[in-house]
Structures are given as structure tokens and as C-alpha cells.
């Protein structure tokens, strides 16, 4: 390849790191023409941008950021793709899913919410990881309750003196 091109490709990976803020790296050794174009387009319904990468390019593209991503330096081997993703826990759900009838994508480890996540046992905990979008709506739902709590109160104990003020005014 010419030294111009990969340079390009590192520039490219490293603007993918920086538009995106999560990514997991897996192995689709051995997956089909029909299985992997399956999963592209699986991907691309979910916002999530699928890419074969050569490891040396992308350890360089790694080393050309700001942050230390050491902890997945070990990964890249063998045969790798990339998912780039806004949204921590849809690629962990998205291969849960194809996995129920194809043997791949094998996790090999993911960056996630500032997190490295090592090995295919961390699938299940990233697909339980909570989004920014669902934490916001979980805050804002506790910090609901007890207001509705009160209202319901204030509102209950206004029925109950109104029925009371009207009770009284029919005795007389």
C-alpha cells in the first residue's frame, strides 16, 4: 500500500475516534459474503458505522489521539473490524442479536463510557450498560415521584375537605 494511502486511512480512523465516542473490536474471521452484509446493514439501522481495519493502521491511529488506549494495544491481532458507535450498548445488543443465528461477530474488546472492556465475557455487561439518554430519563423520573407523591396528597386532602365543608353546610 502507498504511504500516502495509509496515511489517509490512519487520518480517517482517527477522525472516526474523535465522531465517535465508543467503539468495540471483533473478529468476523470465517463469516460469509451474505452474513457480513447482513450485519453492514443490521449496523447501519442501528448508527453504527462497521470497518475492516488493518491492526497495524489502527494502532496508529490510536497513538495519534489524545487518550491512552493501551489496555486494547494486545487485541489487535489476527483479523479485526471495528464498530464506531454514539451509543455505548447498542453494538453489545446488535451482536447478542446476529449471534442467535450466525457464530460471529466474536468481541474481542470494546472502549465504552471512558471503559476498556476486555474479552467476549464483557458482551452481556455492555449490553447492560445504560446510555446517557436512559440515565437522564431514569434522574428525571426519581426526581418526579415524590413531586407526584405530593400533588397527589395535596390534591386528595383538598377532595376530603371540600367533602367535609359540604357535609357540614347540608346539616344545617
Same mark, same amino acid.
Given at each position: 500500500?502507498?504511504?500516502?494511502?495509509?496515511?489517509?486511512?490512519?487520518?480517517?480512523?482517527?477522525?472516526?475516534?474523535?465522531?465517535?465516542?465508543?467503539?468495540?473490536?471483533?473478529?468476523?474471521?470465517?463469516?460469509?459474503?451474505?452474513?457480513?452484509?447482513?450485519?453492514?446493514?443490521?449496523?447501519?439501522?442501528?448508527?453504527?458505522?462497521?470497518?475492516?481495519?488493518?491492526?497495524? &493502521?489502527?494502532? &496508529?491511529?490510536?497513538?495519534?489521539?489524545?487518550?491512552?488506549?493501551?489496555?486494547?494495544?494486545?487485541?489487535?491481532?489476527?483479523?479485526?473490524?471495528?464498530?464506531?458507535?454514539?451509543?455505548?450498548?447498542?453494538?453489545?445488543?446488535?451482536?447478542k442479536e446476529f449471534r442467535?443465528?450466525?457464530?460471529?461477530?466474536?468481541?474481542?474488546?470494546?472502549?465504552?463510557?471512558?471503559?476498556?472492556?476486555?474479552?467476549?465475557?464483557?458482551?452481556?455487561?455492555?449490553?447492560?450498560?445504560?446510555?446517557?439518554?436512559? &440515565?437522564?430519563?431514569?434522574?428525571?423520573?426519581?426526581?418526579?415521584?415524590?413531586?407526584?407523591?405530593?400533588?397527589?396528597?395535596?390534591?386528595?386532602?383538598?377532595?376530603?375537605?371540600?367533602?367535609?365543608?359540604?357535609? &357540614?353546610?347540608?346539616?344545617?
Amino acid at each position: 500500500m502507498i504511504r500516502e494511502r495509509k496515511n489517509e486511512l490512519i487520518e480517517e480512523l482517527k477522525e472516526k475516534l474523535n465522531e465517535f465516542g465508543h467503539f468495540y473490536l471483533t473478529d468476523l474471521a470465517n463469516l460469509n459474503a451474505k452474513d457480513t452484509s447482513d450485519l453492514r446493514r443490521r449496523c447501519a439501522e442501528q448508527e453504527v458505522k462497521l470497518v475492516m481495519v488493518k491492526n497495524t &493502521l489502527f494502532k &496508529l491511529a490510536l497513538d495519534g489521539t489524545e487518550k491512552d488506549f493501551e489496555p486494547i494495544y494486545e487485541l489487535l491481532k489476527n483479523n479485526t473490524s471495528i464498530m464506531f458507535c454514539n451509543t455505548a450498548n447498542v453494538p453489545a445488543k446488535l451482536i447478542k442479536e446476529f449471534r442467535k443465528s450466525h457464530d460471529k461477530p466474536v468481541l474481542k474488546g470494546a472502549y465504552a463510557e471512558e471503559s476498556f472492556y476486555i474479552g467476549e465475557e464483557q458482551l452481556d455487561i455492555l449490553a447492560n450498560l445504560k446510555s446517557k439518554e436512559e &440515565l437522564i430519563a431514569d434522574v428525571i423520573h426519581l426526581l418526579k415521584s415524590p413531586m407526584q407523591t405530593v400533588l397527589g396528597q395535596l390534591q386528595s386532602g383538598g377532595n376530603i375537605i371540600a367533602g367535609v365543608v359540604k357535609t &357540614l353546610s347540608e346539616r344545617d
